[in-house]
């Protein structure tokens, strides 16, 4: 197991930042692996859902974590026997991920982490 952060700083403010994380329909937006997304509501701990990616892969999900107050929100994602775990990080002009689960796994999302924090920061 290895736990990887990534940063990244842009123009958004952290209101902007967690309105584009509140609502599962604009994930999309931001994260670049989100071709649909099958969800039973508002962002909230206990949301589950099904994101539909690239090449036909499939993730399932569950919101374990929403701290608005702190800027923080964690979900686990699994595909078959497969698990991270994400923490989303938010800041004025600034979010972070970290990235929990096999090493190899999470050092091949560091990238996809990179360009989905940059798309969220965004104004």
Known sequence: ???????????????????????????GEWAP???????????????????????????????????????RWTWALAAGPIHLRVEHEVAEGRAGIVITGPAPLALACVPIARMALDRVLQN
């Open 1 to 27: 197991m290895a736990t990887l952060r990534v940063r990244r700083r842009g123009p958004a403010s952290k209101y902007r930042i967690w309105a584009r994380y509140d609502d599962p329909a604009r994930w």
């Open 33 to 71: 692996g989100v071709r649909a997304l099958r969800v039973d509501g508002p962002l909230r701990p206990g949301l589950e859902g099904e994101i539909h990616g690239r090449l036909g892969v499939r993730v399932r999900f569950e919101v374990i974590d929403v701290d608005r107050p702190a800027g």
